[in-house]
C-alpha cells in the first residue's frame, strides 16, 4: 500500500523557516519524481515544486523561487521542503504527491502551515 505521510507544519512568523518532512513507503521512492503542492483557505490546489528521482533537477513556482528548497533522501524514503522567508500568503496546506509522467497518482494528507505574527 503506497503511503505519504507529511509532517512538520505549524505556525510561524513572518520572515521564519519551516522544514517540511514527507516519509514515503509501498513503493520504489527512488524512481518517482516527487512534487510538493498546496492549497490556501478558500483557494485550489497551486504546484509549488518538482524534484526529480536523483534530485539533481528542481523546478519552483515563481512565487516561491528562491524561498523553497525541495530535496530528497532516497535512503530515508523521504521528501523535503525547507521554507524560508515565509510570508502570510504561504499559509496553506501542504501536500506531497508522488509522479507517475505528469500526473500525481498518490497524495498525503497534507501538513498545515500557518504564517502570522
Known amino acids: 500500500e503506497v503511503q505519504l505521510v507529511e509532517s512538520g507544519g505549524g505556525l510561524v512568523q513572518p520572515g521564519g523557516s519551516l522544514r517540511l518532512s514527507c516519509v514515503a513507503s509501498?513503493?520504489?521512492?527512488?524512481?518517482?519524481?516527487m512534487v510538493w503542492v498546496r492549497q490556501a483557505p478558500g483557494k485550489g490546489l497551486e504546484w509549488v515544486s518538482t524534484?526529480?528521482?536523483?534530485?539533481?533537477?528542481?523546478t519552483y513556482a515563481e512565487s516561491v523561487q528562491g524561498r523553497f528548497t525541495i530535496s530528497r533522501d532516497n535512503a530515508k524514503n523521504t521528501l523535503y521542503l525547507r521554507m524560508n522567508s515565509l510570508r502570510p500568503d504561504d499559509t496553506a496546506v501542504y501536500y506531497c504527491?508522488?509522479?507517475?509522467?505528469?500526473?500525481?497518482?498518490?497524495w498525503g494528507q497534507g501538513t498545515q502551515v500557518t504564517v502570522s505574527s
Open positions: 504527491a508522488k509522479m507517475v509522467l505528469s500526473e500525481y497518482d498518490y
Open positions: 524534484i526529480n528521482t536523483g534530485g539533481a533537477y528542481t
Open positions: 509501498g513503493f520504489t521512492f527512488s524512481s518517482y519524481g
